[in-house]
């Protein structure tokens, strides 16, 4: 569906757990990783389940990255509260429909479902066994407490009624709450769930402060926080030239002018990775990247921020073609707090 999925760490380090598990218990292993593969198949269908809403509600999905308690699709722009419980309730109602497909496949042979097979697995529950794993992946994800699916379905009623920011607010709440009655409980009695829970309170903690984010961004043009001061290089520069002006400002970013008009973008680490491939006295055309994201001066600055998510990223501030400013990560992060402690913007 043209979305790259990334796998952070973590999720990797929870799949060699849960192998090893595996591996030390009393199941054929042979089964045991087919249902570990079925498992994350399963959560990969979830995930596209969501993307596939959002392409629906006319959004774009930038990229989904998987993490232990699930994945965390990227949106080109905030979704409304309708559209938000539409692309949230995707991704339960693929595990539900996978569960439901499965079960009535067992009943067609005759077959009722081993409710135990979690519990007490065997080479002949393994159909039992994904099944029941994508209805614990349905339920869990229902939860009405952030990061969950059920949290954004949460938030979006809230937000019918009131601000997008206390929606959120009540909405990590409950995500937090969560997190610490499912470490205590894990504490005492199942470890691995206390782990679950600190990925589930960080994610919750991690949407409180987006959403801050948001509102601090709300009816905020981008040209009132973009950086209007800034060096730019000409398709003919060198790289030496890139690396002196590195040096010489504090500038990570480089518009790539062919006359007025801009055509490229050198970032840092794709100046260091022509250095160290082809030489200083190599052309900044050869590494720039061509396909820059770009943004009108007129844009809304809350919409923007889902393309400024990480240290290091830039995007270009361009009217007909003309490069006016740039955007980056830390100049935003400078105006948001500036803005949180009172200043607002002047308009230039």
Same mark, same amino acid.
């Given at each position: 569906?043209?979305?790259?999925?990334?796998?952070? *760490?973590?999720?990797?380090?929870?799949?060699?757990?849960?192998?090893?598990?595996?591996?030390?218990?009393?199941?054929? +292993?042979?089964?045991?990783? &087919?249902?570990?593969?079925?498992?994350?198949?399963?959560?990969?269908?979830?995930? *596209?389940?969501?993307?596939?809403?959002?392409?629906?509600?006319?959004?774009?999905?930038?990229?989904?990255?998987?993490?232990?308690?699930?994945?965390?699709?990227?949106?080109?722009?905030?979704?409304?509260?309708?559209?938000?419980?539409?692309?949230?309730?995707?991704?339960?109602?693929?595990?539900?429909?996978?569960?439901?497909?499965?079960?009535?496949?067992?009943?067609?042979?005759?077959?009722?479902?081993?409710?135990?097979?979690?519990?007490?697995?065997?080479?002949?529950? !393994?159909?039992?066994?994904?099944?029941?794993?994508?209805?614990?992946?349905?339920? *869990?994800? &229902? !939860?009405?407490?952030?990061? #969950?699916?059920?949290?954004?379905?949460?938030?979006?009623?809230?937000?019918?009624? =009131? +601000?997008? @920011?206390?929606?959120?607010? !009540?909405?990590?709440?409950?995500?937090?709450?969560?997190?610490?009655?499912?470490?205590? @409980?894990?504490?005492?009695? #199942?470890?691995?769930?206390?782990?679950?829970?600190? *990925?589930?309170? &960080?994610?919750?903690?991690?949407?409180?402060?987006?959403?801050?984010?948001?509102?601090?961004?709300?009816?905020?043009?981008?040209?009132?926080?973009?950086?209007?001061?800034?060096?730019? &290089?000409?398709?003919?520069?060198?790289?030496?030239?890139?690396?002196?002006?590195?040096?010489?400002?504090?500038?990570?970013?480089?518009?790539?002018?062919?006359?007025?008009?801009?055509?490229?973008?050198?970032?840092?680490?794709?100046?260091?990775?022509?250095?160290?491939?082809?030489?200083?006295?190599?052309?900044? $055309?050869?590494?720039?990247?061509?396909?820059?994201?770009?943004?009108?001066?007129?844009?809304?600055?809350?919409?923007?921020?889902?393309?400024?998510?990480?240290?290091?990223?830039?995007?270009?501030?361009?009217?007909?073609? =003309?490069? !006016?400013?740039?955007?980056?990560?830390?100049?935003?992060?400078?105006?948001?707090?500036?803005?949180? $402690?009172?200043?607002?913007?002047?308009? =230039?």
């Amino acid at each position: 569906m043209g979305v790259p999925v990334q796998v952070h *760490f973590t999720f990797v380090l929870l799949l060699v757990f849960l192998a090893l598990m595996g591996v030390g218990g009393n199941q054929p +292993p042979g089964y045991y990783g &087919l249902f570990l593969l079925a498992l994350l198949a399963s959560v990969l269908l979830h995930e *596209f389940g969501h993307a596939l809403a959002t392409s629906c509600c006319g959004l774009k999905t930038l990229e989904i990255v998987m993490f232990p308690i699930g994945g965390v699709a990227r949106l080109d722009r905030p979704a409304k509260p309708r559209q938000e419980f539409w692309i949230a309730a995707a991704g339960p109602l693929v595990n539900l429909a996978i569960a439901g497909a499965i079960f009535a496949l067992l009943y067609s042979k005759y077959h009722g479902v081993n409710l135990s097979a979690l519990s007490e697995p065997g080479g002949e529950s !393994l159909a039992d066994r994904i099944a029941l794993g994508n209805l614990v992946l349905a339920g *869990f994800n &229902l !939860l009405p407490a952030f990061p #969950m699916d059920g949290g954004h379905m949460l938030r979006a009623a809230l937000s019918r009624s =009131r +601000p997008e @920011y206390e929606a959120t607010r !009540l909405a990590t709440w409950s995500g937090r709450v969560l997190a610490i009655s499912m470490a205590l @409980y894990g504490l005492v009695n #199942m470890p691995m769930l206390a782990l679950v829970a600190f *990925f589930v309170f &960080l994610g919750a903690d991690s949407e409180g402060i987006a959403a801050r984010r948001r509102s601090l961004a709300q009816a905020v043009p981008v040209k009132a926080a973009m950086l209007r001061e800034y060096r730019s &290089l000409s398709h003919g520069s060198t790289l030496r030239e890139a690396a002196d002006l590195l040096l010489a400002t504090s500038q990570q970013d480089f518009p790539i002018l062919h006359g007025d008009q801009v055509i490229g973008l050198l970032g840092r680490n794709a100046l260091l990775r022509g250095l160290a491939a082809a030489g200083p006295d190599s052309y900044v $055309a050869q590494f720039m990247d061509r396909e820059f994201a770009s943004v009108s001066p007129d844009a809304q600055l809350s919409d923007v921020l889902q393309l400024i998510t990480h240290p290091g990223a830039c995007v270009l501030v361009v009217e007909d073609g =003309r490069p !006016l400013g740039l955007l980056g990560y830390e100049n935003l992060s400078h105006f948001l707090v500036l803005r949180s $402690a009172g200043l607002r913007p002047v308009e =230039r």
